[in-house]
């Protein structure tokens, strides 16, 4: 019988293309359970665990959706980049709460005797894809509950960064800021889906007018 099996070695979270597979004919005595036949029936899956070359492609090792600890990095949109800030003071990111999901305006200080923050055009409207502790975990919605340590002990944790979904000139403007900037975010939707929809097609709308501008100003 024709079964398909991995044609290199995969590592667990892999998104499986044609060139990753291979069919070779076996016995059909002994075959593990819901191995594939079809090749086209893995594409597009992820691989779930580590495989070899050789190994065959069963049901089990397959998943739909990604399977690692980020899935919100997996699939970024055309386009779009994922970068992070940092946001270290509870001051600095609305005392803690920014969640997964959240859409944020920032703020920068450039300078630490002005008494007004600057708001880029370009960061009125951004999506929180993570918010990450000091050694890397992500921080959990709990419902308003307070957060403990990740650690044994029972200290909470500050938030460190938040990575946020953004276009390239978004990326631009955060990297500068963070390398020369005090950054402040501001909640300003979550838990609407609507209102989210909404704002970050503002946001989008912003850059689009600008392009649009930037080439009748060329013509």
């Given amino acids: 019988q024709d079964v398909v099996c991995f044609a290199e070695d995969v590592k667990a979270g892999t998104k499986i293309t044609e060139s990753l597979l291979a069919s070779v004919e076996m016995s059909g005595y002994h075959l593990p359970s819901g191995v594939l036949r079809d090749q086209q029936s893995a594409v597009g899956e992820y691989v779930t665990t580590d495989a070899l070359a050789g190994d065959?492609?069963?049901?089990?090792?397959?998943?739909?959706?990604?399977?690692?600890?980020?899935?919100?990095?997996?699939?970024?949109?055309?386009?779009?980049?994922?970068?992070?800030?940092?946001?270290?003071?509870l001051a600095?990111?609305?005392?803690?709460?920014?969640?997964?999901?959240?859409?944020?305006?920032?703020?920068?200080?450039?300078?630490?005797?002005?008494?007004?923050?600057?708001?880029?055009?370009?960061?009125?409207?951004?999506?929180?894809?993570?918010?990450?502790?000091s050694d890397g975990a992500d921080v959990a919605d709990d419902g308003g509950k307070s957060t403990e340590s990740i650690d044994s002990g029972s200290s909470k944790e500050t938030l460190a960064t938040v990575t946020l979904l953004c276009n390239p000139q978004q990326a631009a403007v955060l990297a500068g800021l963070e390398h020369n900037?005090?950054?402040?975010?501001?909640?300003?939707?979550r838990g609407n889906d609507a209102a989210k929809e909404q704002a970050l097609k503002t946001q989008d709308d912003y850059f689009a007018a600008d392009s649009s501008a930037a080439v009748e100003g060329g013509n």
Avoid: C, W
């Fill in 181 to 189: 900037a005090k950054i402040h975010a501001a909640l300003v939707v």
């Fill in 92 to 133: 600095e990111s609305v005392s803690g709460k920014l969640r997964e999901g959240d859409v944020i305006q920032l703020f920068a200080v450039e300078d630490d005797s002005a008494l007004t923050a600057t708001a880029p055009q370009e960061l009125q409207y951004v999506e929180v894809l993570a918010a990450t502790y």
């Fill in 56 to 89: 065959l492609v069963t049901a089990a090792r397959l998943s739909k959706s990604y399977p690692g600890t980020d899935p919100q990095l997996a699939n970024l949109p055309a386009g779009k980049v994922a970068i992070s800030v940092s946001l270290k003071d």
